[in-house]
Structure formats: structure tokens, C-alpha cells
């Protein structure tokens, strides 16, 4: 007999973002990490990509707010892990999601407008 | 290319400065003032560390092949905005399989005492 789980639950917090070039070069200056894979097009196809992508830490970083939100803060969050399973480029909109799974754990998504899973195997602890 | 689990690299100081705090935070889209956000880490912990392990000609690692693949950060206490957290790296392991390399790349991140703060695991992928 499966447990009840109710339909629209509150243990639940959700973001969407469309990324955009300003961002990604934002995360960039302020992460530090400027290679030309996150900043150039013509530089990114030569290394056989479609262009700019976004940084998978920029991802995570985005993941991580949602999972301090759903744990109540940020200082409540005590490991987070995540896997870069896909890229982003500009324009992608990805839904960030952390919802509450047994214990002090957060289960993380993050799927975008294709339904394709960006970061996968990610979860959370809480205080 | 040489086998380098077990390497350890030499520690980093640095000052978490507010400034940066904030141009971080605006990045990601957090309120400045909310204190430090914990993937900070990728820059007290992982990212003043890691450029030892792309820098070590020894480990050969070509960032032009590399895939961040997979990241995890710990934290027994997270930083406070002014502190400066010292950051320590190491290759956890170093394995190749069926023309690709796998270097698990562990930072442990104190303050200022020695007391532990976060602990980083990045997972970089090398395709030969």
C-alpha cells in the first residue's frame, strides 16, 4: 500500500530562469572562471561547441538558492552535489526545483524547456 | 602523463572580500546582503586551488579536453563575510579507463584557526 502523498504540497521550492548572455559573462567576472567557452562564440565552435554556454557552476549556484530557500536559509544548507549532465546556452530556460525528500534531505532538478534533465544525481542536506 | 592520486598541492590564503560577495550573489541572483551564498565555495575553495592541478605539468591535464562533470560541496561552517579561509588541494584519485581519464579533485577549505569550513569534490572528465 503506497503512502499518501498529497497532490500540491508546500515542501516544494521552484525557480525558473532564462539565461542570457549577460548573465553567464556576470557569472564569469564574478566567479572568476572567463574562459572563452562561456564568453566567445566563435571561439566556443572551434572547440566544437554551438557557441557561449553557461557555466555548470552558474547552474549549481542557481540550484543551491532554491535549496536554501526550501532549507530556510542559506547557513541551514550543509552539502550539495550535483552531476552536468547537459549544456545550457542563451536563451534556455531551465526550472530549478528542491523539494523535500526523507530526513534532511532536498531532492534537486533542473529540466529545461525540452524537458531534458542539465543537472542530474543532484540532492541536498540540511541542517 | 603521470598518475598524480595522492598529489597535494600547497595552501591558499584568501580574503573573502565583500565586494566580490556581491557581484557573486547579483550573478546568481541572491540578495547581496544575505551574507556569503554557499556556492561561493567555488571561488574561496575549489577555484583558488584548482588552477595548481591545471597548472601541474606533471599531471598533464589538457583543459581543452576537460569536463567539469561532476561537483560536490560540504560545509561543517559556512564563512562570514571579511574572513579569510585558507584552501588546501589534493588529486583524491587518478584513473583512466577506456580512453578517458577520471581526476577526482578534493579541496579542504579552514579558517583562519585551522577550524574546518567546506570541503570541495569536483570530478573532471579528460577525453584522450
Same mark, same amino acid.
Given at each position: /500500500?503506497?503512502?499518501?502523498?498529497?497532490?500540491?504540497?508546500?515542501? /516544494?521550492? *521552484?525557480?525558473?530562469? !532564462?539565461?542570457?548572455?549577460?548573465?553567464?559573462?556576470?557569472?564569469? *567576472?564574478?566567479?572568476?572562471?572567463?574562459?572563452?567557452? #562561456? +564568453?566567445?562564440?566563435?571561439?566556443?565552435? !572551434?572547440?566544437?561547441?554551438?557557441?557561449?554556454?553557461? #557555466? $555548470? /557552476? +552558474?547552474? /549549481? $549556484?542557481? +540550484?543551491?538558492?532554491?535549496?536554501?530557500? *526550501?532549507?530556510?536559509?542559506?547557513?541551514? +544548507?550543509?552539502?550539495?552535489?550535483?552531476?552536468?549532465?547537459?549544456?545550457?546556452?542563451? $536563451?534556455?530556460?531551465?526550472?530549478?526545483?528542491?523539494?523535500?525528500?526523507? $530526513?534532511?534531505?532536498? *531532492?534537486? !532538478?533542473?529540466?529545461?524547456?525540452?524537458?531534458?534533465?542539465?543537472?542530474?544525481?543532484?540532492?541536498?542536506?540540511?541542517? | &602523463?603521470?598518475?598524480?592520486?595522492?598529489?597535494?598541492?600547497?595552501?591558499?590564503?584568501?580574503?573573502?572580500?565583500?565586494?566580490?560577495?556581491?557581484?557573486?550573489?547579483?550573478?546568481?541572483?541572491? %540578495?547581496? %546582503? %544575505?551574507?556569503?551564498?554557499?556556492?561561493?565555495?567555488?571561488?574561496?575553495?575549489?577555484?583558488?586551488?584548482?588552477?595548481?592541478?591545471?597548472? %601541474?605539468?606533471?599531471? @598533464?591535464?589538457?583543459?581543452?579536453?576537460?569536463?567539469?562533470?561532476?561537483?560536490?560541496?560540504?560545509? =561543517?561552517?559556512?564563512?562570514?563575510?571579511?574572513?579569510?579561509?585558507?584552501?588546501?588541494?589534493?588529486?583524491?584519485?587518478?584513473?583512466?579507463?577506456?580512453? &578517458?581519464?577520471?581526476?577526482?579533485?578534493? =579541496?579542504?577549505?579552514?579558517? @583562519?584557526?585551522?577550524?574546518?569550513?567546506?570541503?570541495?569534490?569536483?570530478?573532471?572528465?579528460?577525453?584522450?
Amino acid at each position: /500500500m503506497p503512502v499518501a502523498r498529497p497532490i500540491c504540497d508546500s515542501f /516544494m521550492t *521552484e525557480r525558473r530562469v !532564462t539565461f542570457t548572455r549577460e548573465q553567464i559573462a556576470a557569472y564569469a *567576472e564574478a566567479s572568476g572562471d572567463q574562459n572563452p567557452i #562561456h +564568453l566567445d562564440d566563435d571561439f566556443a565552435k !572551434t572547440v566544437g561547441l554551438p557557441g557561449v554556454i553557461a #557555466h $555548470g /557552476m +552558474l547552474q /549549481m $549556484g542557481i +540550484l543551491a538558492t532554491v535549496a536554501a530557500e *526550501e532549507a530556510g536559509g542559506p547557513s541551514r +544548507l550543509r552539502r550539495i552535489s550535483v552531476r552536468f549532465a547537459a549544456m545550457v546556452v542563451p $536563451g534556455d530556460t531551465v526550472t530549478f526545483i528542491a523539494s523535500r525528500g526523507a $530526513g534532511e534531505r532536498l *531532492e534537486l !532538478t533542473a529540466v529545461n524547456q525540452k524537458g531534458e534533465a542539465v543537472l542530474t544525481k543532484s540532492s541536498a542536506d540540511i541542517a | &602523463m603521470t598518475v598524480v592520486a595522492g598529489r597535494t598541492y600547497p595552501a591558499v590564503k584568501f580574503e573573502i572580500e565583500p565586494e566580490r560577495v556581491a557581484v557573486f550573489a547579483r550573478a546568481i541572483g541572491v %540578495d547581496p %546582503d %544575505d551574507g556569503v551564498p554557499p556556492t561561493f565555495a567555488a571561488v574561496y575553495s575549489l577555484g583558488v586551488t584548482v588552477p595548481h592541478l591545471f597548472g %601541474d605539468e606533471e599531471a @598533464a591535464v589538457d583543459f581543452s579536453r576537460l569536463l567539469h562533470a561532476e561537483q560536490e560541496f560540504e560545509w =561543517t561552517r559556512h564563512p562570514r563575510v571579511g574572513e579569510t579561509v585558507v584552501s588546501r588541494g589534493r588529486v583524491a584519485s587518478d584513473i583512466s579507463r577506456r580512453g &578517458m581519464r577520471f581526476v577526482s579533485f578534493e =579541496t579542504d577549505t579552514t579558517d @583562519a584557526e585551522g577550524g574546518p569550513l567546506c570541503r570541495s569534490r569536483a570530478l573532471f572528465v579528460i577525453r584522450s
